[in-house]
């Protein structure tokens, strides 16, 4: 038995544990926001309480980047990848190679893509986008538009940044001939009605193809197929007006309507697309489904009388798929969609409060694990049992008022929520991590972070010169790492994860086991004597509070149980460090356990079990060692013996010798 070299192989395993996740980003840990392959807005391996590590602008002075939500920055195994136009005119692919420190690698920049229309505003930009990272080809999908304004998607090499292949599909770009120019609202440009507009790419790694919808307000759209391997158009398709029946209410009609589409998602069984319908000068929520080759299976239209104001409330800007079932929000209503079933289930969401400002596609998508669907709606986020989704499990809103503008979900119990709001200094950017699994909104850490996003390799320090400018929309994209980027529309972008332990600060608590309704006071004392500029604390009844530097907060628990308190400092830089402490709220200390009950405790069982196992181990090699040894000590007597009984031959033999020689001579 190879006791030695098996006890040094648990050893070493339990040490690798200890040291946490490996620093190296995951390609396949997050690649896209709008859509995907079973994409459902989880992540795994996040670290449960973030802080702010470090911060960064990843875009050179007078470069921007043409963002639309829920595309233009994804994570790669080479870093996290952009595409940054410099003044509008030239276009460089922007890695981000180390998301410690911000350092980038840049292609060579290039011409975009020039105009059709002299009179476009900002036409050299328009539809230039990073989409996907698709890992079987290591590459990189973006799209850009030609002259004519047209979408050409292309696959780039994540490692080398150099484009592999190019395509525009055939049929996009020709008018829909059973569709006459639409009137131009005052709202709409004249100088894009002509132009396609590309929001988002889905990448089905299944059949090795992605899958985009494209519109322009002309009232053409396309939904496209493409080969990943060469770039070659496997199919293209479009969703007819008549295809959008009420079917609780009436048909349409099969008058000129134009489709705009927001974002694909694939699912095992289909793609669902999801958009509003542009009906003389009105705009209405609506969703269609096609299976895997392009043929239209259903669709649906949001009924107008229940989204209140119409222009705010379309629906979700993409779906959340999990195995064969899309959910979405199309008006006022949450869908789960079948692609190869034509009606879908309908869940009425009741009224739905607006969010804070104009949002052309309504919201951003659900996120889904398991039974847990979690959606945005304007200022709140609700929680459905998707086994039972009616009434949902609770509806959290944000307190201040701000749109959410982001949801992941980190299983198996936790949600993190990024809402944004605009304020006279800029943005106002917050992180929620929530319980996912409680029967009640509880808030488990609220993080402020710094918008616009701060610079720790230079002077500027704090917020910069940029305040006006930060992106109103941020989006979080997880590196696998148990961290998390934040990354806005102007090219900021904020490091989250866990803080080292010495730098933690110290969470000092009254009474560790207060009584219902007894208050209790918690003072933080930071671990590296620096002052905190400002202080949070949630005590883990979804109750938090600001508190002041140097002063105690005050708090009473209503009900018994076991709490987490969280108390995050903020720095002077925008570094922020969290610490946690536990009460246990009762009225008494829980009793006193033996050694042997607190050995086998339901938090310790497995380890106990673990430390009897190896001992037992032990124990069995050294009963069979000794055994061993038992067993050669004894043969070795044998051996001697026999020695001596030899030596004792000779010896005899040897007299009989000398006897014989005498007698002979």
Same mark, same amino acid.
């Given at each position: ?260 589409? &927001? %974002? $694909?998602?694939? #699912?095992?069984? !289909?793609? =669902? *697309?999801?958009?509003? /319908?542009? @009906? ?5 929520? &609506? %969703? $269609?489904?096609? #299976?895997?080759? !392009?043929? =239209? *299976?259903?669709?649906? /239209?949001? @009924? ?5 104001? &119409? ?355």
């Amino acid at each position: 038995m190879k006791v030695i070299p098996a006890l040094t192989a648990v050893l070493l395993a339990g040490l690798a544990a200890a040291q946490g996740p490996s620093a190296a980003i995951s390609p396949t840990a997050w690649t896209q926001l709008g859509g995907g392959p079973g994409h459902a807005g989880v992540a795994d391996g996040l670290a449960g309480t973030l802080d702010v590590l470090a911060a960064y602008s990843f875009v050179e002075p007078g470069e921007d980047l043409d963002n639309v939500f829920g595309n233009g920055v994804v994570v790669t195994p080479e870093g996290v990848a952009a595409l940054a136009v410099a003044e509008t005119e030239t276009c460089t692919f922007v890695l981000i190679s180390d998301v410690d420190t911000g350092a980038t690698r840049r292609g060579a920049p290039a011409p975009c893509p020039e105009a059709g229309d002299p009179q476009d505003l900002e036409p050299q930009t328009e539809g230039t986008l990073v989409h996907a990272y698709v890992p079987l080809h290591d590459l990189v999908v973006e799209t850009r538009l030609t002259k004519g304004d047209q979408p050409v998607f292309l696959g780039r090499s994540a490692a080398s940044g150099e484009v592999v292949w190019t395509v525009t599909p055939l049929q996009i770009g020709v008018p829909d001939a059973a569709r006459p120019p639409l009137p131009v609202d005052q709202w709409v440009l004249e100088d894009v009605v002509d132009m396609w507009i590309v929001d988002s790419v889905a990448v089905d790694p299944g059949r090795d193809r992605l899958v985009s919808a494209v519109s322009r307000l002309d009232g053409s759209h396309r939904i496209v197929s493409i080969w990943l391997a060469n770039g070659t158009v496997a199919w293209e398709s479009q969703v007819p007006s008549a295809a959008f029946l009420r079917p609780y209410v009436e048909a349409l009609g099969a008058k000129p309507a134009a489709f705009l589409v &927001a %974002a $694909a998602t694939v #699912t095992e069984t !289909g793609i =669902v *697309v999801e958009g509003v /319908l542009l @009906d003389g000068g009105r705009l209405v929520g &609506a %969703a $269609a489904w096609l #299976t895997h080759d !392009g043929d =239209v *299976v259903g669709a649906w /239209l949001a @009924d107008e009388a229940a989204t209140t104001p &119409a222009y705010s409330i379309f629906g979700s800007y993409w779906s959340a798929a999990q195995g064969e079932t899309a959910a979405a929000v199309v008006g006022a209503e949450l869908l789960f969609i079948d692609p190869l079933v034509v009606q879908p289930r309908a869940v009425s969401l009741g009224p739905i409060e607006p969010p804070a400002s104009y949002a052309f596609f309504g919201f951003p998508g659900p996120a889904w694990w398991g039974e847990h669907l979690l959606v945005p709606l304007g200022r709140s986020v609700r929680s459905y049992d998707t086994s039972n989704p009616e009434p949902p499990r609770w509806t959290w809103t944000d307190p201040a008022g701000r749109n959410v503008a982001h949801v992941v979900i980190s299983p198996p119990s936790d949600a993190y929520v990024l809402t944004s709001r605009r304020t006279t200094g800029g943005n106002e950017t917050v992180l929620f991590r929530l319980d996912l699994t409680s029967d009640v909104p509880r808030v488990l850490q609220r993080l402020p972070l710094p918008t616009p996003a701060f610079s720790l390799n230079s002077p500027v320090g704090v917020l910069g010169a940029r305040s006006n400018d930060a992106a109103y929309w941020g989006q979080l994209l997880p590196l696998g790492d148990g961290r998390m980027l934040v990354a806005d529309e102007r090219g900021w972008a904020i490091l989250l994860g866990p803080t080292e332990p010495a730098k933690r600060p110290v969470v000092d608590v009254s009474n560790a086991y207060p009584a219902p309704g007894e208050g209790i006071s918690v003072a933080l004392q930071t671990a590296s004597g620096e002052a905190p500029r400002a202080l949070v604390l949630a005590w883990g009844d979804g109750a938090v509070d600001d508190v002041h530097v140097g002063e105690p907060a005050v708090h009473e628990y209503a009900l018994a149980g076991l709490y987490t308190i969280r108390g995050t400092a903020i720095y002077p830089d925008n570094r922020t460090a969290t610490s946690e402490a536990q009460v246990f709220v009762g009225g008494t200390p829980p009793p006193e356990l033996n050694f042997m009950q607190r050995a086998f405790a339901p938090d310790r069982a497995e380890t106990t079990w673990g430390i009897f196992g190896l001992v037992l181990t032990l124990a069995g090699a050294t009963v069979a060692l000794a055994e061993r040894r038992r067993r050669r000590g004894k043969l070795g007597e044998e051996i001697r013996v026999l020695e001596r009984v030899k030596e004792q031959v000779w010896r005899a033999f040897a007299v009989e010798l000398e006897e014989e020689v005498i007698l002979w001579s």
